[in-house]
């Protein structure tokens, strides 16, 4: 039996979706957005041992595998392709290794006109010149400076707390601290960012995301310039731009003749659509 597996692998968590004879189905491991890490290879074997569980060394698994760090790591490609293999007695029949921003810009702008924001724990903003040449602004879609990202947003919520800024709901400061510095602080501290939405009203709080659009828009302009045309259109992926509608409403401010719209399908599904059906 033919198995194909697409995954988005991101800061907080990999997405995967299974499709097979029978079903398709989509589950969640823990994040591994960079593919060198200790981190990704860990969570692939995570995902090995359940296909070990429910596939069989006969069935023929065809693996697509979408991350951020893959900019940083393409001409490694083999060597990750290699090491993935050791991890499982699994038939792994075909392995690709893609960028998330690349699947995007295939399958939501046809490597047309038009940029990509993508906006989850990490952001990057990425489009494609006259050339075809694909192009990046902005952050690398893990960094922890990337503007209007999860873990930005996150960290500014928790430094406002710890600052006495905002109340303090959390009862021990400590434990705050351990995570932040820990192996887990991306993804921990990006689980605050939904915080941040939450005391969105008060002034020094407004004040922050306001400088997160305003460096996010220069990041804009600036593709813009590379880009070599009149940008018309910009979609915006990733949790934070997804569970957060006030970015995009103040984006539409900043640039009133360009259509922001925000894109709903996951990487996973637009890869499972895109090579196999």
Do not use: W
Not at 35 to 52: A, D, G, H, Q
Not at 89 to 117: A, H, M, P
Not at 222 to 234: A, E, F, I, Q
């Amino acid at each position: 039996m033919n198995v194909y597996i697409t995954a988005d692998g991101g800061g907080t968590k990999t997405a995967i979706m299974i499709k097979d004879e029978n079903k398709v189905k989509t589950l969640t491991f823990d994040g591994s957005n960079f593919y060198e890490e200790e981190r990704f290879f860990n969570t692939y074997c995570s995902i090995f041992k359940y296909l070990e569980k429910n596939y069989s060394s006969n069935d023929n698994i065809f693996l697509y595998s979408a991350n951020a760090g893959f900019y940083e790591s393409r001409d490694r490609e083999g060597y990750i392709v290699d090491k993935l293999r050791t991890l499982t007695t699994l038939n792994l029949e075909e392995i690709k290794l893609f960028g998330d921003g690349e699947i995007l810009i295939e399958t939501l702008l046809g490597y047309g006109e038009g940029i990509v924001i993508i906006m989850g724990t990490g952001s990057v903003i990425m489009g494609v010149d006259k050339n075809r040449d694909l192009i990046k602004v902005g952050g690398n879609g893990f960094h922890i400076d990337d503007y209007c990202s999860g873990f930005t947003f996150g960290r500014l919520y928790l430094r406002n707390v710890l600052k006495g800024v905002l109340p303090n709901d959390f009862e021990k400061e400590q434990d705050i601290l351990k995570n932040i510095y820990g192996e887990s602080a991306k993804q921990y501290i990006s689980s605050f960012s939904k915080k941040f939405f939450d005391n969105i009203e008060d002034e020094s709080t407004l004040s922050q995301f306001n400088e997160q659009i305003d460096l996010l828009s220069s990041d804009i302009k600036s593709m813009c310039k590379k880009l070599g045309y009149d940008l018309n259109r910009v979609y915006l992926h990733g949790s934070v731009a997804k569970n957060q509608p006030l970015i995009k409403r103040y984006l539409s401010n900043r640039f009133p003749n360009i259509n922001f719209v925000v894109n709903n399908n996951s990487v996973e599904k637009l890869m499972m659509e895109r090579f196999f059906g």
